[in-house]
């Protein structure tokens, strides 16, 4: 089986499965058939994400989601893992990370909702002198389990990858590749 990956959007990389102009998305949050209901999810985790609150040097601690709202947040559009979070939280979204950091930068938001592996692959990015000052402001906001989904005209491929994806979870090969990615991030 020949896998090819397209970069897109949140947003737009799960309409584009939903409407069969992809056969599938990664990493997304289990339950998002519900609201696509051309997807189908493969039942084993390829990942796992953690929410942090992320600004530039400050004094603010997040240890809540209460906390947040005492703030301007910013966050990705399309984040499901986010907008199910942020239901009640006056939240200025962005199309983009680089949109979303221009936020926190113009001081339009306090801090922004994003991973830690996006704070690492910037933060340690050189050509923006202001990402350098990024850091974790508190605890994980929200951690879950993400996993593949395929358009259902491709419901062939479920078993087949259902299996491979239990193979590599039963030899440690998934968490393996996240903390190798992880550390490779952090060391850049």
């Known amino acids: 089986m020949e896998v090819v990956f397209k970069s897109l959007p949140a947003e737009r990389s799960i309409q584009y499965a939903n409407n069969n102009m992809t056969q599938g998305v990664l990493t997304r ?17 390829n990942n796992s ?13 997040i240890q809540s989601i ?15 893992i986010i907008e199910n979070v942020a239901q009640d ?33 910037y933060k340690n990015k050189s050509e923006e002198t202001f990402y350098k000052d990024l850091q974790i402001v508190g605890n994980v906001i ?3 389990d993400m996993y593949c989904y395929i358009h259902k005209d491709h419901s062939d491929l479920i078993n087949e990858l259902t299996e491979v994806l239990l193979e590599m979870d039963e030899k440690g ?16």
């Open 49 to 61: 994400i953690d929410i942090y609150p992320i600004a530039l040097k400050s004094n603010i601690y």
């Open 173 to 188: 090969l998934i968490r393996q590749i996240l903390n190798d990615e992880k550390q490779r991030l952090i060391q850049k």
């Open 89 to 121: 939280i006056d939240v200025e979204w962005a199309y983009n990370t680089g949109d979303l950091l221009k936020l926190l930068n113009d001081n339009r938001v306090d801090i922004i909702l994003e991973t830690d592996t996006l704070f690492y692959t």
């Open 29 to 45: 949050i289990e339950g998002i058939e519900k609201e696509y209901e051309n997807l189908v999810r493969i039942p084993v985790p």
């Open 142 to 144: 929200v951690q879950e």
């Open 66 to 80: 209460e906390d947040l709202k005492k703030y301007r947040i910013g966050a990705q559009h399309g984040a499901k």
